[in-house]
């Protein structure tokens, strides 16, 4: 519960047909909350992931793993200043590593 994944999917051609396997392309993985994911929102502007979960936290990352804070702590962070955030590198909240960068089509749930 409360995994993170981001894709490339500029490999999909709409009108080719395309293997689920091939087309997703892992870009990162990391596990940005212990409880499930209620919602989540990509901002594209920043290229941030804004992630809240049932354990009642809010979350902001880079697209790469990187915590840029949690809503409501105490030390405050600019998303403009990467000296700002708590873990820009994904050091202390490393992405998980992946065996490779294909989608396990078994994971994916219905």
């Given at each position: 519960?409360?995994?993170?994944r981001v894709y490339d999917?500029?490999?999909?051609?709409l009108?080719?047909?395309f293997s689920i396997?091939?087309?997703?392309?892992?870009?990162?993985?990391w596990r940005a909350h212990k409880k499930s994911i209620s919602s989540i929102e990509y901002i594209a502007q920043y290229k941030l992931v804004?992630?809240?979960?049932l354990d009642s936290d809010?979350?902001?990352?880079?697209?790469?793993?990187?915590?840029?804070g949690l809503m409501g702590q105490q030390v405050r962070f600019d998303?403009?200043?990467?000296?700002t955030w708590v873990d820009p590198e994904a050091l202390e909240v490393p992405p998980l590593a992946m065996e490779d960068d294909q989608v396990d089509v078994d994971d994916i749930e219905e």
């Open positions: 519960a409360g995994h993170v999917i500029s490999q999909i051609d009108v080719e047909d396997s091939e087309a997703f392309i892992t870009v990162s993985h804004l992630v809240a979960s809010i979350s902001l990352w880079s697209i790469e793993g990187g915590l840029v998303i403009l200043d990467k000296s």
